[in-house]
């Protein structure tokens, strides 16, 4: 088939995958249904199109798990999502339309990758570095659309996440899953092929996917260890002028003249390995640097992603991500021993009820913010990962001639390395070898690096075992095509597809969630409910006078959504954890009465403060009538001192923190001195 039809074809396909995956999910219920009642993209888009960073410049704005942060409401689920729907959004706007409809975005977005994965899995027969029949038979085209299509796109934790709510949080990782089945696919078509243009295409995108998500730093890491190696083995290849087929035809002469004893290219060829992979690894940091930058606008330190400043009424995991988490001190193994179950014995939800006990086996006893409401992986995932990450690293340390996996037999035939390994010398097409190895190895580097960061997260949800589900779906895929090599015979071949679909139908089959479906509206139903939002909120005003910040408080509620959460106006109880807003902020002063409490006995040691991500210096306890005067000195930086900042007050220590009441009544908050007070104003 001609390369056009072949390519209108793969169109076709992606369309209807598309297609099928918005309406399969629920992810838009009915015609014209295909907007997201979760607005932070949206608002994010609308503030691009602006040219600013905030969503809003009103702190009237501010909506749970959003930031006030650099005088402005932003969002935390990154900048990489709406800067996709941006070009949508403006033509949208510009045809008179009040918005493009998220769902489509998301649908376009799978169209894009469903394109690219058919095309690098299904089509490699077209391409002339590969040796051998290989491609052009139909059992190679099977198991490329069995790897790609199958496995990588039709991934059943997935397509049960699509099913969840739809809301941010789920779309954050959907657009991260597929991101990552995008990233992974390009990297198999550079190393079966390497070339300038997709050694720049896969430097790209592996530097700007932590805009999408943060996790996706890790897989960008692990795609530029392996590029970087795969090009520096094939500038040695090609360093005296041989492509790829002939250096392979012509490996014993190459590796003498080119390679030296070490197997590294020598150091004549040293600046001809520098030069050109200085500018994909430029290109990679620009997209770090942007990401770093943008974080540094938006949160006020590059490294910060807005977790440790949003506002919300889950105290103890505000708690433990503003102050001290106590699963940090969690024993190795028993943290290990959390997180494979969260991962492979997940059968019981818990929901909202965080802190439920039994949820799985291996869970620990240690106080933790869990959310598991949706099915991921189970032991049949662990069998085909061990199987996929083994194939990968046998093939890997197999392969005696270069990166293609190629050998020859003394009659000159070509033989995989692979099937060498396992005993297999007859001639034949090579199927996947390399293929195998950047699989296992991009999802090895990637896996190792997550768990190890998920090991001691404050937090832990069913969503974010999905950060690990591009790398585990590249495994599977790497299990797939090894066992697709390993069959000789046409019953072995139908056997294991069958097995595969039947394997991959029981999984879907299986899918569980405790959460509503995704709620998608029209575009009328999403402009009222917008409206109505406003109304709701036409008493909260954009501008706030002094009155409403004040010296001093003593219960009176201002008018600053999330200001004086944890804290009871009437009664003065707090809860673990008080948010605050303080203005030009000289100093923290905050009393305290003390009220009997079954479980907390009252330690003022214990109360520490922040605004913004710096800790505030305790400057003295004093004791007074009925209670506890605790003083801090005020913010050092100029960026959380000036102006109106979110502060966090933390009550009780660590191991109370899921308590729903604490021993303290807070009387009264200062932050600024009257003129007159010369001795309340502490200076560095």
């Known amino acids: ?44 888009t609308e503030a691009l199109l602006k040219g600013d960073l905030a969503v809003s410049r009103s702190v009237a704005k501010l909506k749970s798990d959003h930031t006030w942060s650099e005088q402005g409401v932003h969002q935390v689920w990154g900048l990489g999502v709406p800067l996709w729907r941006l070009p949508f959004e403006a033509v949208a706007k510009l ?48 198991t490329g659309f069995g790897a790609g299509l199958i496995i990588m796109l039709l991934f059943p934790p997935f397509l049960t996440l699509l099913r969840v709510r739809g809301a941010v949080w789920e779309e954050a990782v959907a657009y991260e899953y ?24 896969v430097s790209a995108l592996a530097g700007f996917g932590g805009l999408i998500r943060p996790t996706l730093v890790f897989y960008g890491f692990a795609t530029m260890l392996i590029v970087t190696g795969v090009w520096v083995f094939k500038i040695g290849q090609t360093s005296n002028g041989l492509s790829p087929v002939s250096a392979r035809s012509q ?61 919300q009424t889950f105290y103890g995991s505000v708690q433990a991500t503003r102050f001290d988490n106590p699963f940090q001190d969690e024993p190795l193994t028993g943290a290990a021993k959390e997180l494979f179950g969260a991962l492979f014995l997940v059968e019981k939800f818990n929901g909202a009820d965080y802190y439920r006990e039994n949820i799985f086996p291996g869970k620990s006893k240690t106080v933790r913010w869990r959310e598991f409401y949706f099915r991921t992986y189970d032991w049949s995932y662990l069998s085909l990962l061990l199987l996929g990450w083994g194939a990968a690293v046998a093939a890997g340390f197999k392969f005696r001639v270069s990166s293609f996996g190629l050998s020859r037999l003394s009659n000159g035939a070509p033989v995989s390395e692979l099937a060498m390994a396992l005993g297999d010398t007859r001639p034949g097409p090579i199927p996947y070898p390399p293929a195998i190895v950047v699989l296992g190895l991009w999802s090895l580097l990637a896996v190792i690096p ?26 599977l895929a790497a299990a797939w095509l090894f066992l ?58 954009n501008h706030y006078t002094a009155d409403d910040y004040g010296q001093s408080l003593n219960g009176n509620h201002s008018r600053i959504p999330f200001d004086r959460d944890g804290w009871n106006a009437e009664t003065g109880a707090v809860m673990p954890l008080v948010i605050l807003f303080v203005k030009d902020a000289v100093f923290l002063e905050l009393d305290f009465a003390t009220q009997p409490h079954p479980r907390i006995p009252p330690a003022p040691a214990a109360i520490r403060a922040k605004v913004g991500l710096e800790f505030l210096e305790r400057v003295r306890i004093t004791e007074i009538d009925g209670g506890w005067r605790v003083r801090f000195r005020g913010p050092q930086q100029p960026r959380w001192r000036d102006g109106l900042q979110g502060a966090f007050i933390a009550t009780v220590p660590k191991e109370f923190l899921t308590e729903r009441s604490t021993p303290w009544l807070l009387k009264a908050v200062r932050w600024r001195a009257a003129a007159a007070d010369e001795d309340a104003i502490d200076r560095p």
């Open 450 to 475: 997550l768990a190890g960061f998920y090991l001691y997260a404050p937090v832990i949800s069913s969503r974010y075992m999905m950060d690990l589900a591009p790398a585990f779906a590249a495994a």
């Open 484 to 541: 697709a090599a390993r069959c000789t015979t046409r019953s072995s071949r139908v056997l294991v597809c069958l097995t595969l679909c039947a394997w991959l139908a029981v999984q879907v089959y299986l899918s569980r969630y405790v959460y509503r479906g995704p709620a998608s509206v029209t575009a009328a139903e999403l402009k009222a409910s917008r409206e109505s939002r406003r109304a709701i909120g036409g008493s909260t005003t």
């Open 251 to 311: 490996h014993e002469t190459a590796r003498t003249s080119i390679v030296s004893p070490g197997g590294y290219p020598a150091s004549s060829n040293l600046g001809r390995v520098l030069t050109p992979t200085l500018l994909p690894l430029f290109i990679f940091c620009l997209g770090g640097g942007m990401l770093w930058f943008t974080n540094l606008k938006r949160f006020g330190d590059g490294f910060e992603f807005g977790h440790k400043l949003n506002v």
């Open 1 to 44: 088939m001609r390369p056009r039809k072949i390519n209108w074809l793969f169109g076709y396909l992606a369309v209807g995958y598309a297609a099928g995956l918005l309406l399969a999910t629920g992810l838009v219920p009915d015609w014209g249904a295909w907007f997201s009642t979760s607005l932070p993209y949206r608002m994010q």
């Open 95 to 142: 045809f008179g339309f009040d918005g493009f409809p998220d769902r489509i975005a998301f649908g376009l977005f799978a169209l894009l990758v469903c394109f690219v994965v058919l095309k690098v899995w299904v089509s490699f027969g077209d391409e002339k570095s590969e040796v051998g029949d290989g491609w052009n038979s139909g059992w190679r085209m099977i």
């Open 178 to 201: 597929l991101f990552g089945i995008l990233q992974v696919t390009l990297l198999v078509a550079f190393a079966r092929q390497p070339t300038i243009a997709r050694l720049l295409l």
